[in-house]
């Protein structure tokens, strides 16, 4: 089992040389488990802030269990700046499990600005699992940028599961407002506010936010979905939020 309690502030700097084609990878909080849970309780301020030549990778709180549960309750705003000459990928919050299910309580900020030279994939809230669900609860703002070169692509909230199981469940809870921004200049521009997949299990999305997406591809195409549920057994939508695309 992995268990973490953070109260205080953190700052995370990651920089490569500007003469090589390097990668850089900065995480606030990552708690690793392989047969126990993997907890997080956080409050302090995470800062995260990548310049790369090469891939650049950001993580607010990474999550992971691969036979447990993980868990993560988040109060403290998470800021995620990434500059990338090769691929970007940033997460305020990710929780993964191979066979187990996830839970994320947030109440803080998020807010992400990426520009990548190659494709870039954002998302506020990340969970993924291949054999469990999850039990998504956010109050907290998400705000997300996504500018690339090639594809650019952004989900405030994002689910996935392949449990294949009717019985498992997703169930996500938003009153946060939730802003994305995705610019392509040669490529695929997506935007998302929920975006949620099941395959074969049971989903519910329950949204009293405000969800404003604006999408741009300047030679592509360019997508956006306020909220998506798919690949489910069921799903159920309610929503009494605004929701305004571009």
Do not use: C, P
Not at 215 to 239: M, W
Request: aromatic share 6%; net charge negative.
């Amino acid at each position: 089992e992995s268990n973490v309690i953070n109260s205080g502030n953190i700052n995370v700097m990651a920089h490569t040389s500007l003469n090589n084609f390097n990668s850089a990878e900065a995480q606030g909080i990552k708690s690793f488990a392989n047969t126990g849970d993997s907890i997080v309780a956080n409050d302090g301020i995470i800062h995260i802030d990548i310049a790369s030549t090469g891939t650049g990778l950001a993580f607010g709180i990474n999550a992971y269990s691969g036979y447990g549960d993980v868990n993560v309750q988040n109060t403290g705003d998470i800021y995620i700046a990434a500059d990338a000459g090769g691929m970007a990928i940033a997460s305020g919050i990710e929780v993964s499990s191979r066979t187990g299910n996830g839970a994320v309580d947030n109440s803080g900020d998020i807010i992400i600005n990426v520009e990548s030279e190659s494709w870039a994939s954002l998302h506020g809230i990340k969970s993924y699992s291949s054999g469990g669900g999850f039990d998504i609860a956010n109050v907290g703002d998400i705000a997300l940028s996504s500018v690339a070169d090639s594809d650019a692509d952004a989900a405030a909230i994002f689910t996935q599961s392949f449990s294949g199981n009717a019985s498992i469940e997703t169930l996500v809870e938003n009153t946060g407002d939730l802003t994305v921004t995705a610019n392509s200049s040669y490529g695929r521009s997506s935007a998302r506010g929920i975006s949620t997949f099941g395959q074969n299990s049971s989903i519910s999305i329950e949204n009293a936010g405000d969800i404003n997406l604006l999408s741009e591809a300047d030679q592509g195409y360019a997508n956006a979905f306020g909220i998506l549920a798919g690949g489910a057994y069921e799903a159920a939508v309610f929503n009494s939020g605004d929701i305004n695309i571009e």
